[in-house]
């Protein structure tokens, strides 16, 4: 499976970027889709994710402001992200499982395939 993630780019603090995310290879063997984020000296952490029961998790520094979609009949999914703020600035990565457990969501090894990350900087 290889996954490319699009739409990042400089905004001002307060805009709305939207970045999507594109599967392809064998699809079929993705249930879960989300996105992860890492700012310089930080560890990855995540931003929000669909899993395979249509369950959603944000992270509680995204809620209200962001929304994760996603239409695995096509193969994408989407990150809606409002009110931007400059502590949101970081490379985002979109994430794909087969089998993410509830209870590892959190965790970025939970996830078997990456995409190579888009820039999204928030200028104060």
């Known amino acids: 499976v290889q996954l490319q993630a699009s739409g990042g780019g400089l905004v001002q603090t307060g805009e709305s970027l939207t970045l999507s995310c594109v599967a392809s290879?064998?699809?079929?063997?993705?249930?879960?889709m989300g996105w992860y984020r890492q700012a310089p000296g930080r560890e990855r952490e995540l931003v929000a994710v669909i899993l395979g029961d249509d369950s959603i998790n944000y992270s509680d520094s995204v809620k209200g402001r962001f929304t994760i979609s996603g239409d695995i009949a096509k193969n994408t999914w989407n990150l809606q992200m409002n009110s931007l703020k400059p502590e949101d600035t970081a490379v985002y990565y979109c994430?794909?499982?087969?089998?993410?457990?509830?209870?590892?969501?959190?965790?970025?090894?939970?996830?078997?395939?990456w995409g190579p990350g888009t820039q999204v900087t928030v200028s104060s």
């Open positions: 994430a794909a499982g087969k089998a993410v457990a509830a209870l590892r969501v959190m965790l970025p090894r939970a996830y078997d395939f």
């Open positions: 290879g064998s699809i079929l063997s993705i249930n879960d």
